[in-house]
């Protein structure tokens, strides 16, 4: 019995001493699990909160633009850029105002709108839209190589076919027929065959005007000398050929198409960012 209180003293003293060796780091690492824990929790109410309040903003903003009132829609959206930008709702907030900005006139408003979209928005599929549409902006204002050069930006294949058909409406209206073409035919390799857009495309590819007819093949010039026939005594008489006309004709160009406005053109919901039309939120 001696001996086995002994053993247990000996145990107890061990444990002692480990304690005191690493008690203070066990007790560091539990209180800082504790804070963590704590932590990732009352960041998680926070973004809640975050995203409820900037929800309830945003409706604001889906209600003015559908009442039509801009006012009230810039008024929310300026409330969702100051105190929530982070969240979901701004980007999208704005790319709704900046579609009514633009069918109300305002295409400054508008591109200021889809230029915070393309520099604030954390989510790739809000700033691909948004480069689209600030695109159709600048070639309605005849502004073709800025409208180039942002449809220039590094995107996701699946934006490949629609980037390809507005830098195909750029060129065409900057009078590069030929560059149009090859974009046009890009887009149409790019998009589904079975999609209405791609009708579209089609109707744009097949409106550009034809190319240059090739120079006609040059005719012998008029008096030239017909050889005397073998064995004649008279001398050989010079007749004078006349070439027939060349009918060229080239084929009247139809209308180019004209682009579409980027107000009011369609864009095909990016992938995995159906949030974009403002139904829900991240």
Known sequence: MAAYDLEEQDQLEDLKAW???????IAGVIIALSIGVVAVQGWRWWT???AAHAAVLYDAVT?????NDSAKAKDALTQLTDKYAGTGYTPRAALLVAAQLFDGGDAAGAK????WVIDKSSEDELKQIARLRLAGILLDGKQYDEALRVLDAKRDAPFDGVYADMRGDVLAAAGRGEEARTQYQTALAQLDPKSAYRNLVQLKLDSLP???AAPAAATPAAGAATPASA??????????????????TAPAPANPATPASAGAAAVPAAPSAAKATGTSSK
């Not at 304690?19 to 780091?25: A, H, I, L, V």
């Not at 209600?63 to 009442?67: D, E, F, G, N, T």
């Not at 200021?112 to 230029?115: D, F, H, V």
């Open 19 to 25: 304690w005191k060796q690493w008690g203070n780091t």
């Open 231 to 248: 064995g004649s005594a008279t001398p050989a008489t010079t007749s004078s050929t006349t070439p027939s006309a060349a009918s060229s």
């Open 210 to 212: 034809a190319g240059t």
């Open 63 to 67: 209600a003015a633009v559908r009442a």
């Open 112 to 115: 200021a709108q889809l230029a």
């Open 48 to 50: 809640q909160q975050q």
